[in-house]
Protein backbone atom coordinates (compact mmCIF):
# COMPACT_ATOMS: atom_id res chain seq x y z
CA UNK A 1 0.00 0.00 0.00
CA UNK A 2 1.44 3.43 -0.95
CA UNK A 3 0.77 6.39 1.17
CA UNK A 4 0.72 9.90 0.35
CA UNK A 5 1.85 12.98 1.52
CA UNK A 6 0.83 16.57 1.27
CA UNK A 7 2.14 19.52 2.31
CA UNK A 8 -0.40 22.24 3.30
CA UNK A 9 0.88 24.32 0.68
CA UNK A 10 -0.65 22.20 -1.37
CA UNK A 11 -4.26 23.82 0.14
CA UNK A 12 -5.63 26.79 -1.54
CA UNK A 13 -5.47 30.23 0.19
CA UNK A 14 -9.73 29.65 0.97
CA UNK A 15 -8.91 26.19 2.83
CA UNK A 16 -5.90 27.69 5.02
CA UNK A 17 -7.58 30.62 5.79
CA UNK A 18 -10.36 28.27 6.86
CA UNK A 19 -7.82 26.14 8.78
CA UNK A 20 -6.39 29.34 10.44
CA UNK A 21 -10.08 30.44 12.12
CA UNK A 22 -8.89 27.88 14.60
CA UNK A 23 -6.12 29.83 15.91
CA UNK A 24 -5.92 32.70 18.55
CA UNK A 25 -4.53 36.17 17.57
CA UNK A 26 -1.11 34.81 18.79
CA UNK A 27 -0.54 31.68 16.61
CA UNK A 28 -1.72 33.20 13.93
CA UNK A 29 1.04 36.22 14.21
CA UNK A 30 3.43 33.41 14.51
CA UNK A 31 1.95 31.61 11.25
CA UNK A 32 2.59 34.96 9.68
CA UNK A 33 6.50 34.12 10.13
CA UNK A 34 6.64 30.63 7.99
CA UNK A 35 6.94 31.78 4.79
CA UNK A 36 5.69 34.79 2.40
CA UNK A 37 2.16 33.29 1.22
CA UNK A 38 1.30 32.46 5.22
CA UNK A 39 1.78 35.99 5.73
CA UNK A 40 -0.72 37.05 3.09
CA UNK A 41 -3.44 35.02 4.08
CA UNK A 42 -2.38 35.14 8.21
CA UNK A 43 -2.96 38.86 7.79
CA UNK A 44 -6.30 38.78 5.90
CA UNK A 45 -7.47 36.84 9.07
CA UNK A 46 -5.57 38.46 11.75
CA UNK A 47 -7.00 41.55 10.33
CA UNK A 48 -10.88 40.40 9.51
CA UNK A 49 -12.24 41.15 13.01
CA UNK A 50 -11.15 43.20 15.43
CA UNK A 51 -12.58 43.73 19.10
CA UNK A 52 -11.26 47.07 20.45
CA UNK A 53 -10.72 47.17 24.37
CA UNK A 54 -11.02 50.56 26.42
CA UNK A 55 -12.06 48.60 29.60
CA UNK A 56 -10.24 46.49 32.07
CA UNK A 57 -7.31 44.78 30.15
CA UNK A 58 -7.94 41.39 28.17
CA UNK A 59 -5.41 38.54 28.50
CA UNK A 60 -3.25 37.98 25.27
CA UNK A 61 -2.41 34.49 25.14
CA UNK A 62 -1.33 31.63 22.79
CA UNK A 63 -3.11 29.28 25.18
CA UNK A 64 -6.38 30.88 25.42
CA UNK A 65 -8.58 29.52 22.80
CA UNK A 66 -12.29 30.27 23.55
CA UNK A 67 -14.70 30.96 20.91
CA UNK A 68 -14.47 35.19 21.78
CA UNK A 69 -9.96 34.85 21.26
CA UNK A 70 -10.99 32.40 17.89
CA UNK A 71 -13.26 35.31 16.01
CA UNK A 72 -11.48 38.61 17.03
CA UNK A 73 -8.34 40.17 17.30
CA UNK A 74 -8.20 42.06 20.86
CA UNK A 75 -6.64 45.41 20.85
CA UNK A 76 -6.23 46.77 24.73
CA UNK A 77 -6.22 50.17 24.64
CA UNK A 78 -8.12 53.30 22.33
CA UNK A 79 -4.71 54.40 21.23
CA UNK A 80 -3.80 51.32 19.73
CA UNK A 81 -6.82 51.29 17.68
CA UNK A 82 -5.95 54.72 16.68
CA UNK A 83 -2.70 53.16 15.34
CA UNK A 84 -4.80 50.68 13.52
CA UNK A 85 -6.39 53.32 11.53
CA UNK A 86 -3.85 54.56 10.38
CA UNK A 87 -1.70 50.75 9.42
CA UNK A 88 -2.10 49.77 5.90
CA UNK A 89 -3.66 46.83 6.60
CA UNK A 90 -6.72 48.59 8.49
CA UNK A 91 -8.05 47.76 4.64
CA UNK A 92 -8.56 44.05 5.72
CA UNK A 93 -11.17 44.72 8.33
CA UNK A 94 -14.72 43.97 7.92
CA UNK A 95 -16.00 44.48 11.24
CA UNK A 96 -15.06 46.39 14.37
CA UNK A 97 -16.54 45.66 18.13
CA UNK A 98 -15.95 48.90 20.14
CA UNK A 99 -15.87 48.54 24.49
CA UNK A 100 -15.58 51.52 24.89
CA UNK A 101 -17.07 53.93 27.20
CA UNK A 102 -15.96 56.98 24.74
CA UNK A 103 -19.08 55.67 22.23
CA UNK A 104 -18.99 55.93 18.49
CA UNK A 105 -18.94 59.38 17.27
CA UNK A 106 -20.57 60.04 13.89
CA UNK A 107 -17.17 61.02 12.18
CA UNK A 108 -15.85 57.54 13.12
CA UNK A 109 -19.22 56.21 11.11
CA UNK A 110 -18.88 58.44 8.22
CA UNK A 111 -15.15 57.76 7.69
CA UNK A 112 -15.41 53.90 7.94
CA UNK A 113 -18.77 53.68 5.56
CA UNK A 114 -17.74 50.04 4.60
CA UNK A 115 -17.35 48.73 8.02
CA UNK A 116 -20.02 47.34 10.61
CA UNK A 117 -19.00 49.23 13.85
CA UNK A 118 -20.67 47.53 16.76
CA UNK A 119 -20.49 49.65 20.31
CA UNK A 120 -20.94 46.44 23.09
CA UNK A 121 -20.05 48.79 25.78
CA UNK A 122 -23.22 50.83 24.87
CA UNK A 123 -25.48 48.03 23.94
CA UNK A 124 -26.55 50.35 21.37
CA UNK A 125 -25.75 48.34 18.07
CA UNK A 126 -25.80 44.64 18.65
CA UNK A 127 -24.43 42.21 15.56
CA UNK A 128 -27.03 39.99 14.04
CA UNK A 129 -29.41 41.50 16.66
CA UNK A 130 -31.99 44.22 17.34
CA UNK A 131 -31.94 46.81 20.16
CA UNK A 132 -34.70 49.00 21.38
CA UNK A 133 -33.82 51.20 23.98
CA UNK A 134 -35.36 54.56 25.33
CA UNK A 135 -34.05 56.95 22.65
CA UNK A 136 -35.80 54.69 19.92
CA UNK A 137 -39.54 54.09 20.22
CA UNK A 138 -40.62 51.19 17.68
CA UNK A 139 -43.98 50.20 17.19
CA UNK A 140 -44.28 46.71 16.09
CA UNK A 141 -47.83 45.98 15.25
CA UNK A 142 -47.43 42.61 12.68
CA UNK A 143 -45.32 39.70 13.95
CA UNK A 144 -42.18 39.61 13.06
CA UNK A 145 -40.39 36.10 12.09
CA UNK A 146 -36.91 37.79 11.07
CA UNK A 147 -35.56 38.65 14.80
CA UNK A 148 -33.81 35.54 16.61
CA UNK A 149 -31.74 37.97 19.04
CA UNK A 150 -32.88 41.00 21.02
CA UNK A 151 -31.61 43.24 23.68
CA UNK A 152 -34.46 45.82 25.06
CA UNK A 153 -35.02 47.89 28.44
CA UNK A 154 -37.27 46.86 30.92
CA UNK A 155 -39.94 49.55 29.30
CA UNK A 156 -39.97 47.85 26.21
CA UNK A 157 -41.21 44.31 26.98
CA UNK A 158 -44.45 44.63 24.92
CA UNK A 159 -42.99 44.07 21.84
CA UNK A 160 -42.15 40.04 22.61
CA UNK A 161 -44.97 38.93 21.62
CA UNK A 162 -44.72 39.68 17.72
CA UNK A 163 -41.66 38.08 17.36
CA UNK A 164 -42.36 34.85 16.54
CA UNK A 165 -38.55 33.42 16.00
CA UNK A 166 -37.05 35.05 18.96
CA UNK A 167 -34.16 32.66 20.29
CA UNK A 168 -32.83 35.10 22.57
CA UNK A 169 -33.33 37.74 24.81
CA UNK A 170 -31.51 40.21 27.21
CA UNK A 171 -33.54 42.62 29.18
CA UNK A 172 -31.42 45.98 30.96
CA UNK A 173 -32.75 47.68 33.42
CA UNK A 174 -35.89 45.53 34.61
CA UNK A 175 -38.56 46.99 36.19
CA UNK A 176 -40.93 45.58 39.26
CA UNK A 177 -44.05 45.25 36.13
CA UNK A 178 -42.02 44.69 32.84
CA UNK A 179 -44.08 41.87 32.73
CA UNK A 180 -47.39 43.63 32.85
CA UNK A 181 -48.27 43.43 28.98
CA UNK A 182 -51.04 41.27 27.13
CA UNK A 183 -50.03 38.21 25.70
CA UNK A 184 -52.39 34.86 24.04
CA UNK A 185 -49.58 32.09 24.78
CA UNK A 186 -46.08 31.97 26.39
CA UNK A 187 -43.10 33.03 24.68
CA UNK A 188 -40.52 30.22 23.55
CA UNK A 189 -37.11 30.90 23.38
CA UNK A 190 -33.64 29.16 25.08
CA UNK A 191 -31.35 32.07 26.00
CA UNK A 192 -32.37 34.81 28.75
CA UNK A 193 -30.83 37.18 30.61
CA UNK A 194 -32.70 39.72 32.62
CA UNK A 195 -30.65 42.68 35.06
CA UNK A 196 -33.38 44.37 37.33
CA UNK A 197 -32.71 48.07 37.76
CA UNK A 198 -35.85 47.89 40.63
CA UNK A 199 -36.73 44.31 42.28
CA UNK A 200 -39.49 42.26 40.45
CA UNK A 201 -42.57 41.89 42.76
CA UNK A 202 -41.95 38.27 42.18
CA UNK A 203 -39.25 37.17 39.90
CA UNK A 204 -42.34 33.53 39.28
CA UNK A 205 -43.85 36.04 37.21
CA UNK A 206 -41.82 34.83 34.02
CA UNK A 207 -43.62 31.82 34.08
CA UNK A 208 -46.70 33.46 32.48
CA UNK A 209 -44.76 34.90 30.27
CA UNK A 210 -42.00 32.35 29.06
CA UNK A 211 -41.72 28.75 28.75
CA UNK A 212 -39.27 27.95 31.08
CA UNK A 213 -39.15 24.40 29.94
CA UNK A 214 -37.28 25.31 26.48
CA UNK A 215 -34.73 27.65 28.67
CA UNK A 216 -31.60 26.35 28.66
CA UNK A 217 -29.36 29.44 29.46
CA UNK A 218 -30.26 31.56 31.93
CA UNK A 219 -28.63 34.91 33.33
CA UNK A 220 -30.30 36.69 36.68
CA UNK A 221 -28.60 40.22 37.61
CA UNK A 222 -30.26 42.02 41.07
CA UNK A 223 -29.49 45.10 42.18
CA UNK A 224 -27.55 45.36 45.45
CA UNK A 225 -29.27 48.56 46.26
CA UNK A 226 -32.48 46.89 46.85
CA UNK A 227 -33.69 44.19 48.74
CA UNK A 228 -32.58 40.83 48.36
CA UNK A 229 -33.99 38.31 46.12
CA UNK A 230 -36.86 35.70 47.26
CA UNK A 231 -34.83 33.03 48.04
CA UNK A 232 -38.23 31.37 48.04
CA UNK A 233 -39.12 32.27 44.60
CA UNK A 234 -36.11 31.65 42.90
CA UNK A 235 -36.16 27.72 43.99
CA UNK A 236 -39.55 27.61 42.36
CA UNK A 237 -38.56 29.31 39.26
CA UNK A 238 -35.37 26.84 39.48
CA UNK A 239 -37.27 23.30 40.08
CA UNK A 240 -39.19 24.35 36.61
CA UNK A 241 -36.22 24.86 34.76
CA UNK A 242 -36.45 21.60 33.55
CA UNK A 243 -33.52 22.17 30.21
CA UNK A 244 -30.93 24.78 31.58
CA UNK A 245 -27.48 23.88 31.21
CA UNK A 246 -26.42 27.18 31.47
CA UNK A 247 -27.22 29.51 35.17
CA UNK A 248 -25.58 32.30 36.30
CA UNK A 249 -27.11 34.98 39.15
CA UNK A 250 -25.06 38.51 40.01
CA UNK A 251 -26.99 39.48 43.59
CA UNK A 252 -26.10 40.35 46.87
CA UNK A 253 -25.83 37.07 49.41
CA UNK A 254 -28.70 35.00 49.75
CA UNK A 255 -29.29 30.75 50.16
CA UNK A 256 -27.95 30.36 46.77
CA UNK A 257 -28.09 26.03 47.58
CA UNK A 258 -31.22 25.88 48.43
CA UNK A 259 -31.90 27.30 44.38
CA UNK A 260 -29.36 25.12 42.83
CA UNK A 261 -30.46 22.24 44.79
CA UNK A 262 -33.90 22.45 43.01
CA UNK A 263 -32.11 22.08 39.20
CA UNK A 264 -32.24 18.14 37.75
CA UNK A 265 -29.08 16.29 39.64
CA UNK A 266 -26.25 16.71 37.25
CA UNK A 267 -28.13 18.79 34.29
CA UNK A 268 -25.82 21.84 34.73
CA UNK A 269 -23.10 22.45 32.52
CA UNK A 270 -21.82 26.04 33.63
CA UNK A 271 -22.57 27.71 36.44
CA UNK A 272 -21.83 31.68 37.34
CA UNK A 273 -21.89 33.25 40.95
CA UNK A 274 -20.56 36.60 41.28
CA UNK A 275 -22.14 37.49 45.11
CA UNK A 276 -22.47 41.28 46.03
CA UNK A 277 -21.80 43.27 49.04
CA UNK A 278 -20.20 42.05 52.07
CA UNK A 279 -16.82 42.23 50.35
CA UNK A 280 -14.46 39.81 52.26
CA UNK A 281 -12.81 36.62 51.27
CA UNK A 282 -15.28 34.05 51.88
CA UNK A 283 -14.78 30.55 51.63
CA UNK A 284 -14.75 28.92 48.77
CA UNK A 285 -16.04 26.00 50.36
CA UNK A 286 -19.50 27.42 49.74
CA UNK A 287 -19.00 26.08 45.85
CA UNK A 288 -18.90 22.74 46.94
CA UNK A 289 -22.36 23.03 49.01
CA UNK A 290 -23.97 24.98 46.32
CA UNK A 291 -23.01 22.55 43.42
CA UNK A 292 -23.62 18.96 45.44
CA UNK A 293 -25.52 17.41 42.90
CA UNK A 294 -24.19 18.48 39.58
CA UNK A 295 -20.34 17.52 40.29
CA UNK A 296 -20.97 14.97 37.19
CA UNK A 297 -22.21 17.71 34.91
CA UNK A 298 -20.73 20.72 35.45
CA UNK A 299 -17.74 21.53 32.84
CA UNK A 300 -17.34 25.94 33.86
CA UNK A 301 -17.58 27.35 37.27
CA UNK A 302 -17.19 31.13 38.43
CA UNK A 303 -17.33 32.21 41.83
CA UNK A 304 -16.52 35.84 43.37
CA UNK A 305 -17.34 37.43 45.98
CA UNK A 306 -14.17 40.12 45.76
CA UNK A 307 -14.93 44.10 45.32
CA UNK A 308 -15.12 44.25 41.37
CA UNK A 309 -17.97 46.30 40.24
CA UNK A 310 -16.11 47.75 37.60
CA UNK A 311 -17.97 49.16 34.90
CA UNK A 312 -15.41 48.32 32.08
CA UNK A 313 -15.81 44.64 32.09
CA UNK A 314 -18.62 42.22 31.62
CA UNK A 315 -20.13 40.35 33.92
CA UNK A 316 -21.99 37.16 33.49
CA UNK A 317 -21.55 34.11 31.11
CA UNK A 318 -19.34 36.10 28.77
CA UNK A 319 -16.53 35.70 31.61
CA UNK A 320 -16.11 31.88 30.69
CA UNK A 321 -15.36 33.58 26.80
CA UNK A 322 -12.77 36.35 27.89
CA UNK A 323 -9.52 36.49 30.39
CA UNK A 324 -9.92 39.52 32.53
CA UNK A 325 -6.44 40.76 33.50
CA UNK A 326 -6.00 40.61 37.36
CA UNK A 327 -3.21 41.64 39.75
CA UNK A 328 -4.05 40.24 42.89
CA UNK A 329 -3.86 36.44 41.41
CA UNK A 330 -3.12 34.16 44.20
CA UNK A 331 -1.82 31.03 42.11
CA UNK A 332 -3.00 27.54 41.64
CA UNK A 333 -4.10 26.79 45.52
CA UNK A 334 -7.73 27.79 45.63
CA UNK A 335 -8.38 25.96 42.13
CA UNK A 336 -6.79 22.86 43.00
CA UNK A 337 -8.70 23.21 46.53
CA UNK A 338 -12.12 22.77 44.48
CA UNK A 339 -10.87 19.88 42.13
CA UNK A 340 -9.83 17.85 45.06
CA UNK A 341 -12.05 17.91 47.52
CA UNK A 342 -14.85 16.52 44.93
CA UNK A 343 -16.03 14.67 42.32
CA UNK A 344 -15.76 17.70 39.40
CA UNK A 345 -14.85 14.78 36.61
CA UNK A 346 -15.99 16.90 33.82
CA UNK A 347 -14.25 20.16 34.77
CA UNK A 348 -12.71 22.51 32.32
CA UNK A 349 -12.32 26.08 33.30
CA UNK A 350 -12.97 27.58 37.37
CA UNK A 351 -12.71 31.66 37.92
CA UNK A 352 -11.86 31.80 41.43
CA UNK A 353 -12.47 35.64 43.04
CA UNK A 354 -11.45 36.37 39.02
CA UNK A 355 -8.38 34.08 39.24
CA UNK A 356 -9.02 32.47 35.48
CA UNK A 357 -8.00 28.42 35.75
CA UNK A 358 -8.48 25.81 32.87
CA UNK A 359 -8.05 22.03 33.71
CA UNK A 360 -5.92 20.27 30.73
CA UNK A 361 -6.35 16.22 30.19
CA UNK A 362 -3.62 15.68 32.73
CA UNK A 363 -5.45 17.65 35.09
CA UNK A 364 -3.09 20.08 35.66
CA UNK A 365 -4.25 23.34 36.67
CA UNK A 366 -3.41 26.18 34.32
CA UNK A 367 -3.30 29.92 35.65
CA UNK A 368 -4.60 32.37 32.92
CA UNK A 369 -4.41 35.40 34.35
Known amino acids: MISSTYSILCLPDEIIYEVLGYLNQSNVLLVRLLNFRFY ?48 KEFALVNDIVLFTDYGISPYLINSLPRLYIENEYRKSMIQHEFYISKWLTITIMEYNYTIEKLT ?18 RILNGTSNMFNFNHQQLITIQDLALEFREQPNRITDIKSI ?27 LASQLTSIKQFAIISPNIRFDKIIHQIKPNSLQSFYLKILGNYYDCSNLQIFEILKYQQNSIVKIYYSCTRSNSRFRHYGLLEFDRIYKNPRNKGTSEAELVLNNGGFKKLKQIVLNENYFVINKYRDIVCLN
Not at 152 to 169: A, C, N, Q, W
Not at 219 to 234: A, I, R, W
Open 40 to 87: IVATKRLFNSVYVNNGDPLVISSDISTPFYLKYTVINGWDKFIKLLNM
Open 210 to 236: FNLEAISSLELKFNLLHSTPSVYDLTI
Open 152 to 169: ITGDETKVLPFLKRLKSL
